[in-house]
């Protein structure tokens, strides 16, 4: 999600102080304990490691430090945080995979000038011995502390279908799916008192439920003391509305119109003549395809399994009925009772092996046999065509800005009791703010 609130993993800029850092720990055998969070504790030297990046975070950004006990009770704050949160890593027992966590620490080489993980780690270790393996498991840390919060924070969150239905009708909605609207626009003012305004603007509003034509509106209610200005705003997006009559007129059937709206400038009357949504549609290719599978088991080697996949192509490519063979030998039960038959499918929504192979396929040419992580497959695309996916698109798109819209107070209540869960005694008295609000 765009407004997920996890920490970056290291930059360039912060190696320096992190070579610097483990210069220091080596040269300073012993520590103090700042805090205790669960069964970890917080060392003097995790403390000015912290201030020491906060610090040079704030000069980078040419902002002022604040005073040195807020920006260490601040960083503490971060780290308990963080040593919370690695303490639910170990009670879930998450590990962190080779693949991701080279391919993060890679990215962070690649920002230092290293094109290498050996070359970064000679240019690490060549400064501070253990300097890259620290590096390498605080990357770790972050990575598993992301998959932590991602798991915590989506399971919190709740959207249902009517949620996305009223979130598509407001006008914020409405301005995502680039929805415009052709709008007739009345605005009455002037130096007459407010009652007579007011019974102006009904007359108007009256009249223009029966015309579109706003020139004779201006000219009919118009006086010396009261100014009526009418306007064809024509078609635009509901986004370039503003924000109080862009919610009004969303709320219009085609023909009707606003009641009235008071403003600073007068009283203002809108008509909605048509609206229309963006006319680029979401147009996705689908393939009709249908398959047989064998996998292995504990009685079904990969060889055998492949053989059986290789006869049954044979029988196939003889004339024999795909259907049949489907529902006869096919380990996919959800298809094969339905002679192998997955439906129209669209790409992304098969492992890729698959999904390759079935958009290069030529429609009623059966595939030659091929394997994916569920075992050896054949397949057949019996029809292809282009889907209008526009409106599960947006239904796609809506749940996810209000997912993003959700995750912000969700993670900070799930941090919020994370923390109030989790054991924390902080050892030094100037660092904990509650010893400090008297």
């Known amino acids: 999600m765009k407004t997920q609130k996890f920490k970056e993993l290291f930059k360039a800029s912060t190696l320096a102080l992190l070579i610097s850092t483990s210069l220091s720990v080596y040269a300073a055998p012993k520590d103090q304990i700042i805090a205790i969070v669960g069964s970890t504790a917080i060392l003097k030297s995790d403390l000015d490691q912290g201030v020491a990046e906060a610090a040079h975070k704030f000069q980078a950004q040419k902002k002022e430090l ?156 118009s006086t010396a003391q009261i100014k009526v200005d009418g306007a064809d705003m024509g078609f635009r997006p509901l986004s370039e509305i503003p924000t109080e009559l862009a919610a009004r007129v969303s709320s219009l059937e085609p023909g009707q119109t606003t009641e009235l709206v008071q403003a600073k400038d007068g009283i203002h009357v809108l008509k909605l003549l048509e609206k229309k949504s963006n006319e680029q549609k979401a147009l996705v290719p689908q393939f009709e395809t249908r398959h047989i599978l064998i996998k292995t088991s504990e009685v079904v080697s990969p060889e055998n399994a492949k053989q059986m996949i290789e006869s049954i192509y044979n029988r196939l490519k003889a ?101 109030a869960n989790t054991y924390i005694e902080i050892k030094d008295p100037s660092l904990d703010p509650k010893k400090n609000e008297n």
């Open 319 to 419: 004339g024999e009925d795909f259907a049949t063979l489907a529902s006869t030998y096919s380990n996919d039960p959800g298809s094969a009772r339905d002679g192998g038959s997955l439906g129209w499918v669209s790409p992304g929504m098969m492992v890729p092996e698959f999904d390759k192979m079935m958009q290069s396929a030529t429609v009623n040419e059966i595939s030659k046999p091929f394997e994916t992580q569920f075992g050896w497959h054949i397949l057949q695309v019996t029809g292809k065509r282009q889907q209008d996916m526009t409106s599960e698109y947006q239904k796609r798109m809506a749940r996810q800005i209000l997912g993003e819209r959700q995750f912000e107070s969700e993670y900070d209540s799930w941090l919020r009791e994370l923390r």
């Open 66 to 221: 604040p005073p040195q006990t807020i920006l260490q009770q601040q960083v503490l704050n971060q780290l308990i945080i963080h040593d919370a949160q690695l303490e639910q890593v170990k009670k879930y027992g998450l590990k962190a995979d080779e693949k991701s966590l080279n391919e993060a620490v890679l990215k962070v080489a690649q920002q230092s000038g290293s094109n290498s993980l050996e070359a970064f780690q000679q240019k690490l270790d060549s400064v501070a011995p253990g300097t890259y393996e620290l590096l390498r498991n605080r990357v770790a840390e972050d990575l598993l502390i992301q998959r932590l919060s991602q798991q915590q924070v989506m399971s919190r969150i709740k959207i249902t279908d009517l949620d996305v239905e009223n979130f598509l009708k407001s006008p914020e909605g409405q301005a995502a799916v680039g929805s415009q609207a052709h709008v007739l626009h009345m605005r009455i003012s002037g130096n007459a008192p407010a009652a007579e305004l007011e019974a102006v603007a009904k007359s108007v509003r009256t009249d223009l439920k029966g015309t579109d034509d706003v020139k004779s509106l201006e000219k009919k209610f």
